[in-house]
């Protein structure tokens, strides 16, 4: 039973920890340049992640790892808790 509610709070938490992981990205870029930003948002809005994993790519020298390392954590926080959201979402129909 308890399960069940923490399957059902989770899915809601993937989508803060979503808002959370793009607002970082979008914050990196920004502390580059603001046209990263705006290329990130013309790319669909979800390209602010994939722009900011290149850019920490590119600048892995210059503590770009350590974004890179926090981009990729939040992302599998993202898709765990989405994963049991989703699953307690299809077996209650």
Known sequence: ???KKLQA????FSMVFGAVVWLYCAF???????????????LGGVGVVPVAIVLS????GNGG????LNIFVGLVIFFTTRH??????LESL
Do not use: C, D, P, Q
Not at 9 to 12: A, E, N, P
Not at 65 to 68: D, T
Not at 84 to 89: D, E, T, V
């Open 1 to 3: 039973m308890i399960m």
């Open 9 to 12: 709070i989770s899915y809601y």
């Open 28 to 42: 990196l870029l920004y502390t580059v340049s603001i046209w990263w930003v705006i290329i990130g948002v013309i």
């Open 57 to 60: 790519i590119i600048n892995i």
């Open 65 to 68: 790892f350590g974004a890179l």
């Open 84 to 89: 049991y959201g989703l699953k307690y979402y």
